[in-house]
């Protein structure tokens, strides 16, 4: 059966055709600036051949999709003999509230529940919604899935997930931690109990999803019981753009004393801070890395900055959870940065947490990177979000159908 999986930004909407159960990958690319002043780009390839980039007109996601669809199943580029083929689209969905545990075959009802939950997400779950929209317009009668980056974290205890602020702002307003990048977690948990031996429902570890947006995840018997991002995805470590965990009180200080506004204040932190800000150099890692090889005070100082703050997380993971059969590094930095990796574990040698430097340094995919003597043992996974989405998309249609 091939899954189409969707993902939709305000501006985009990136996708891949997934063969199941084979897991291969027939086709992939992305639709950008969609609804821009500037033209739609429109990137695609098939197995191995990749296609120039195209100029295409898209104003909106059905726009768009409707090229996807086309470069699919006419021309050069065809994979599909027709768009019937596609037996279900899954789609990412980033705010799932308290209502979603799960990934669910989308209904009307599901429709209404995530339009509540784009109170939660205002600037995401819209540009899901669209997707989905676009979809259910161009393939009548294929199911389509919504697979959550908040569902994952649904399993963390009360005292987890909740913030000490007045119990009504929870009752009210849904105040409280929810946690994203689930499905990544979720990906390499179950990987890592696959390649480590382990029953799923008995692994406990350590996942830290390292990219431009990072989080980390304490992993219990299989559930998340905690994570680092919270109520946003702006807690927790330091990231590209975003600062990650910072005195609550520096708001209303920043409000007062520089006069700025609720939108400011949310660029400020969320787009202007992290490596980007702190370094002055960029938000991505390897430019920032770069500077710091070259004497840039600031850029390799930001960069201790946010390994320490993954080495925080790490350290109180390990505390909280009652063993810690591995600590996953998973996406851009944490698969690609033997460098970055060895600087968080140093700060990790008072658990005894060694890394093999050979191991670390080489080799490829899904591997242990830990020395013999490390009382946890390390790992890289590369994450795989889309397949995620196809597997959960492909095991909820087949039992629909
Ligand atoms: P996103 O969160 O946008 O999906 P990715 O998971 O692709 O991001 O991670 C992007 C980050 O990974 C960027 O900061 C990039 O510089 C970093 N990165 C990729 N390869 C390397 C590398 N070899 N060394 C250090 N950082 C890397």
């Known amino acids: 059966m091939y899954v189409l999986v969707v993902n939709c930004g305000s501006s985009s909407l990136k996708f891949q055709l997934i063969e199941l159960p084979e897991e291969r990958v027939v086709a ?14 429109f990137s695609y390839s098939s197995g191995e051949r ?48 308290e209502k979603f545990t799960g990934s669910v075959v989308i209904t009307e009802e599901v429709l209404r529940c995530i339009e509540e939950c784009g109170a939660l997400a205002p600037l995401h779950n819209p540009a899901n919604l669209a997707g989905i929209r676009a979809c259910m317009e161009a393939l009548p009668g294929v199911p389509n899935v919504a697979v959550f980056d908040t569902a994952f974290h649904q399993t963390m205890p009360p005292h987890a997930f909740h913030y000490a602020l007045p119990y009504e702002l929870y009752e009210q307003d849904r105040i409280r931690r929810y946690g994203f990048h689930g499905t990544s977690h979720k990906y390499v948990t179950e990987t890592f109990a696959h390649i480590a031996g382990i029953p799923l429902d008995r ?20 559930h998340s019981v905690d994570t680092s991002m919270g109520f946003t995805p702006l807690a927790g470590v330091v990231m590209g753009t975003r600062c990650g965990d910072i005195d609550p009180a520096l708001v209303f200080h920043l409000m007062k004393v520089k006069g700025l506004g609720a939108e400011q204040l949310a660029d400020l932190l969320n787009k202007g801070s992290g490596l980007l800000g702190f370094s002055g150099v960029s938000s991505d890692m390897r430019d920032v890395l770069q500077a710091a090889q070259q004497g840039h005070v600031r850029a390799a100082l930001a960069i201790e900055l946010w390994a320490y703050s993954i080495a925080k997380y790490i350290g109180s993971y390990a505390a909280i959870l009652p063993r810690v059969d591995g600590i996953i590094f998973t ?52 994450t795989n979000e889309e397949l995620e989405i196809a597997r959960e998309t492909f095991e909820l249609t087949a039992r629909h159908e």
């Open 331 to 382: 996406a851009g930095i944490g698969e690609n940065s033997a460098l970055l990796r060895a600087v968080i574990c140093e700060k990790l040698r008072g658990l005894g947490i060694l890394l093999d430097p050979t191991a670390n340094e080489r080799g490829k995919g899904a591997r242990c990177i830990s020395a013999a003597t490390s009382r946890i043992s390390i790992w890289v996974i590369p």
């Open 28 to 41: 992939k690319g992305l639709v950008d600036r969609i609804g821009q002043k500037v033209s739609a780009q």
């Open 50 to 97: 990749s296609f120039p980039v195209a100029t295409v007109d898209a104003p909106d996601h059905p726009a768009a999709l409707g090229h996807v669809i086309a470069a699919l199943t006419s021309g050069a580029t065809a994979v599909l003999r027709a768009r019937s083929e596609i037996g279900a689209v899954g789609h990412r969905v980033v705010h799932g509230g």
């Open 203 to 222: 692994v406990c570890c350590i996942t830290c999803h390292l990219g431009n947006g990072s989080s980390l995840a304490a992993v219990e018997n299989g």
